[in-house]
C-alpha cells in the first residue's frame, strides 16, 4: 500500500479524488483498507488546516431560538426570570453551569458550545 502523508494542498485534493474512486469499496479488502487510511489522512489534514471553533454561547442559544421559533419568554425555565433571560442574552451576565445543564437538555445545544468562554 503505497500511502503517504498530506502536506500539501496537491496532496490534499488528490488524496480526496481517490477517496472519491474508492467509496464503493468493500470493507476488508485492500480497497476498503485504503479507503480508510486515506479518510483517516485527510481527516488530520483537515483537522489542522481547517479547524472549525465553537459558537459563542449566547449565539448558539439565539441560533436555536430562531431555529424552534422560540421567545425568550421561552428561556425562562431554563434560565431564570426574563431580565436574566436579557441580561445572558446580551451578553451581561454569565451563564451558569445549571443553566447550561438545562440548556443542553431542554434545547439540544451541545454542551461544548455552551460552555466556551465569550469573546
Sequence with gaps: MDIKPIKTDADYRAALKEIESL?????????????DVLVTLVE???KRHFPLDLPDPVEA???????MGLSPK??????????R????????RPLTLK?????HRG?????????????
Excluded at 421561552?74 to 431580565?83: C, S, T
Aim: overall charge negative; glycine content about 6%.
Design 23 to 35: 467509496m464503493m469499496a468493500e470493507t476488508d479488502t485492500p480497497e476498503g483498507e485504503r479507503l
Design 44 to 46: 488530520a489534514y483537515e
Design 61 to 67: 442559544i439565539k441560533f436555536r431560538m430562531d431555529q
Design 74 to 83: 421561552d428561556l425562562e425555565p431554563m434560565i431564570g426570570r426574563l431580565n
Design 85 to 92: 433571560v436579557y441580561e445572558v442574552l446580551n451578553h451581561k
Design 99 to 103: 443553566m447550561i445543564w438545562k440548556l
Design 107 to 119: 434545547l439540544g445545544i451541545p454542551a461544548e458550545s455552551l460552555i466556551k468562554q465569550p469573546e
